[in-house]
């Protein structure tokens, strides 16, 4: 068996955090191929490495010393090192890194050094091998990864061997380092389980997976034990806290099982993420598997008579916002009406100017806005199989004083979203968690 296992942030922090890593690794001969981020927050007040080394570029940029500022980071992983008990030459290496620094360094590969050295310093506390990930994380031109090189690369680096590979970078045509956009290493993490076949791909982290509500709003929230990928795939599409879709797809395209862990409670299960689920095994398991929610929308509605008669209407409305750059979200719709729900942002400094090419181009009867829209989803493949839910759901959030502004369900049953007034939205997010979650 193979384990590809990702620590973040938090799981690097210090040498106390990096003593727990080696140990749930150790615990495990399956675990072979790690992959880790730069050192995090130690405290609340902590600052992270990876914002150390941007604000050390932004002084370079600006021709200010940012001497102060890099002794941080060098001091920081000397004291790993040091309290670890090992011999890592990292004082060599700073150096080096510093004379680059004053003759012109690009921002990608200074940021690109708090997952390197992260990645040195456990690869010799394990005695695993150090896999440089420029070695093998290729780019292409259009700067999205080149998977197909980048797995046929890691295949051969990586057989037979246990090794700490660096998050977060790779190698450019040029041969330039490029990065990620944040939380990069998740997507490093994911792309080298499926480049390698893994059999599990593990995602530590500082939580023990995945929670059925934001436990900022719902009190102690039950556990998600398992879920698929595409109820991950609505859950943060609707604001859960999770992973980003891309730490998400090349596992989910080869079917590897994703499983969420805290390294500092290594004896829980977490959240395991599956493309299916036999839920013949899951009678005990909530129907609902999730709700989330998201602030911050707009809703512009069409009246027209004879508009659902009338053939290309609905495209030539969204070709209107695709001119605007604009994402239209659900569409709603009525016999002689339609709404277009949308991010506020997206509209600020064009909603004007969409609605006066929509009154020119449709020539509505009436057009109506409406801002300080929240969304809200119960998600659940197990819905599906329950009639007269959408009738509970509604009835519970009326009983309790939400007034529903929209409502609409994808076609494959996985959820039912409402629209409700932003004031309502922690509101409806508690009703629906304490009316449904412990429903069996």
Known sequence: ?????????????????????????RVDEARKIIVVSAAGKRSKDDHKITDLLYLCYAHIKYGVSCMDVFEQVKQRYLDIRDELGLDTPLEAEFDALWERMQHGIGEDELVSRGEYFSARLLADALGYDFIDAKLWLTFALDGSIDEKASY?????IAVNRRAVIPGF??????????????????????????????????????????????????????????????????????????????????VREKNIPLNIRNTNEPDHPGTMIMRDIDDSTEQNRSFITGIAGRKGYTVITLSKTGMSSTPGVLRRILEIFE??????????????????????????DCLYSLLGELER???????????DLAVVAAVGRRMAFRPGISGKIFAAL??????????????????????????DFEQAIRVLYNSFATIR
Not at 340 to 348: D, M, N, P
Not at 398 to 423: A, D, F, S
Request: proline share 4%; aromatic share 4%.
């Open 1 to 25: 068996m193979l384990k590809v296992a990702k620590f973040g942030g938090s799981s690097m922090a210090d040498a106390a955090q990096i003593r727990k890593v080696c140990a749930i690794i």
């Open 152 to 156: 046929s690369a890691l295949r051969r």
């Open 169 to 250: 970078y790779g190698i450019a045509p040029g041969g330039h380092i490029l990065t990620l956009t944040r939380g990069g290493s998740d997507v490093t993490g994911a792309l080298a389980a499926a480049a390698l076949d893994a059999d599990v791909y593990e995602n530590w982290t500082d939580v023990s997976g995945i929670l059925m509500a934001d436990p900022r709003i719902v009190e102690n929230p039950e556990h998600i034990d398992r879920l698929t990928y595409s109820e991950l795939r609505e859950l943060s599409y609707i604001g859960a806290q999770v992973l980003h879709e891309r730490a998400v797809f090349p």
């Open 323 to 348: 001119k605007a750059n604009v994402n239209v979200e659900y569409v709603p719709s009525g016999i002689d009406s339609l709404s277009l729900v949308v991010s506020s942002a997206s509209v600020a």
């Open 361 to 371: 181009s449709i020539k509505p009867d009436h057009i109506k806005t409406e801002s």
């Open 398 to 423: 009326g009983e309790n004083g939400v007034n529903i502004r929209m409502i609409t369900q994808g076609p494959e049953e996985l959820n039912i979203i409402v629209g409700v007034e932003e004031k």
